[in-house]
């Protein structure tokens, strides 16, 4: 069954909400809970399954951008169980943020169970081990602290970071996804539009030769669009 990732709500205090953006209102819901802080990368949301993926609309159709995370799928395919989903970032091609020192391009942040649940951080981390997927970079974790979050929000870098996501490390149940999960995101991001294929680029690996999951590594040299750095080791 496809699933198609929910909407995340922003903080109250983040600059980036847009005119259709929804804000969470109240956040007593993570008071006293047990959370981490991860970067918000500039990709495409996409979902894996064990007999395909897709972008964040479900009829989302194939172009070049998404030819590494197909290879990927391939790959990985038979380690996902039926009815289970990893959820992460593509970020082969330009958005809004280049990036020049990515370990893979593919960054895993959610894992879904058969029951529609979203596995805890710790499970998420056991899967993209054994998988040997990257996952975003973490800026905190531990009890909620509202002036932490904050003082990560002053503190961030805008023109290399789009934001960053604060989830409760325990599990969650589809239908609880927007108390569970929220963003923070930069003033001015700017979105997708239609003209993007036209204009957007390759991203790079920081070692094109040694890339999260290790065999994407070895199909380097098959075809450029899946090895964006040319030089060698």
Request: with cysteine.
């Amino acid at each position: 069954m496809r699933k198609k990732y929910p909407r995340t709500f922003h903080l109250p205090f983040s600059p980036g909400v847009q005119s259709d953006d929804k804000v969470i209102q109240d956040l007593s819901s993570f008071e006293n809970e047990d959370i981490v802080i991860t970067e918000k990368m500039d990709g495409e949301n996409t979902t894996i399954y064990c007999d395909g993926f897709h972008a964040r609309s479900l009829d989302s159709s194939y172009n070049f951008t998404r030819a590494w995370i197909k290879r990927l799928q391939e790959g990985i395919c038979h380690d996902i169980p039926k009815d289970w989903r990893l959820c992460g970032e593509n970020v082969s091609y330009f958005h809004s943020i280049e990036y020049n020192n990515l370990d893979s391009f593919f960054y895993l942040f959610s894992v879904w169970n058969e029951k529609n649940e979203c596995l805890s951080w710790d499970e998420t981390i056991e899967w993209a081990e054994l998988l040997d997927l990257s996952m975003p970079k973490t800026f905190y974790r531990g009890t909620f602290d509202l002036q932490k979050i904050k003082e990560i929000a002053k503190n961030i870098n805008t023109q290399t970071t789009e934001g960053f996501i604060v989830r409760k490390t325990k599990s969650f149940s589809y239908d609880d996804f927007s108390v569970n999960l929220i963003k923070w995101v930069r003033e001015g991001h700017v979105t997708t539009d239609k003209h993007w294929l036209k204009n957007t680029y390759p991203n790079k690996l920081l070692n094109p030769f040694h890339v999260k999951p290790l065999f994407m590594s070895q199909i380097k040299n098959e075809n450029r669009n899946y090895c964006y750095q040319a030089e060698g080791p």
